[in-house]
């Protein structure tokens, strides 16, 4: 059975997307079988893979997931491409309990293909979100090293809480990551304490610095580790792979 990940954070630019791909890219590369699933409109992960977005979103259809699947150029990583379609978005976003039953239906159907599936988010703390993490057996959080990198932290862990205690048993709340990280500023110091001494040992010991190769990697629709797979970005999230599969 997968562990599904859903990365979460209604923060846009908080490294949700390029944490969702090279996650995901490392996870395969390291022998797993792993579904990318792309849920934002602005399909950013799926282009990050070298992939067009979809005319309709696979979610939101009747068909098995399976037929919609991609395979990326990365082995082993397959992508349930992100659509763009203005309709698509809205249902997904006003998601009811019948999209809930949906969503998790689809991807109960896929469990057994895949080891690990991870959901990019858009950023919403929102009714998407919530499917999501319904749908989910983890939830990951990237944490922006900036000012005000806490705010809205809280209101997403109360969404979080909500759907741990009201629908579904099986999502834990492990994971939260810090990125964008550099040890040099004051500032970034300050957060990594603050995060840490919050929450403890849910917050990921490897951390993602920043690095130029991470934000140039999708404009050439490749991941960090077929891009610059030397660069200090790859070593971060080979890391944070092996972190994942040893917290199981
Ligand atoms: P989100 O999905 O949360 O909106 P993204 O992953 O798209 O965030 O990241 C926002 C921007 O920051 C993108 O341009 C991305 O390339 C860049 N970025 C993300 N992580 C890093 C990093 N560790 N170092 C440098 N740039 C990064
Ligand atoms: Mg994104």
């Known amino acids: 059975m997968a562990r599904i990940f859903s990365v979460v954070n209604q923060k846009g630019g908080v490294g949700k997307t390029t944490t969702s791909v090279n996650l995901s890219a490392a996870l395969a590369l390291a022998g797993n079988r792993t579904l990318l699933i792309d849920i934002d409109p602005q399909c950013n992960a799926t282009g990050a893979v070298g992939v067009d977005p979809a005319s309709r979103h696979a979610l939101l259809g009747d068909s098995p997931l399976g037929e919609s699947v991609i395979q990326t150029e990365t082995p082993g990583l397959s992508l ?79 969404t979080i809480k909500k759907v741990i205690g009201a629908t579904n048993g099986r999502l834990t709340f492990g994971g939260i990551l810090l990125t964008m990280y550099d040890e040099s500023l004051e500032l970034t110091r300050e957060i990594d304490e603050d995060v840490r001494d919050f929450f403890g040992d849910i917050v990921f010991e490897n951390v993602v610095p920043r690095d130029v190769a991470l934000c140039e990697a999708p404009s050439h629709g490749q991941t960090v580790f077929q891009y610059a797979p030397r660069s200090r970005g790859a070593f971060a999230y080979t890391q944070l792979c092996m972190e994942v599969l040893q917290r199981d």
Request: proline share 5%; charged share 20%.
């Open 80 to 158: 349930l491409p992100g659509s763009r379609r203005f309709q698509d978005a809205d249902v997904m976003a006003n998601s009811d309990a019948n999209a809930t039953v949906r969503l998790r239906g689809h991807l109960d159907s896929v469990m057994d293909d895949y080891d690990y599936i991870l959901i990019d988010c858009p950023p919403s703390a929102g009714a998407m979100t919530e499917t999501a993490l319904t749908a989910s057996t983890e939830v990951m959080i990237p944490i922006q090293c900036e000012y005000f990198a806490m705010v809205g932290v809280a209101q997403l862990i109360g």
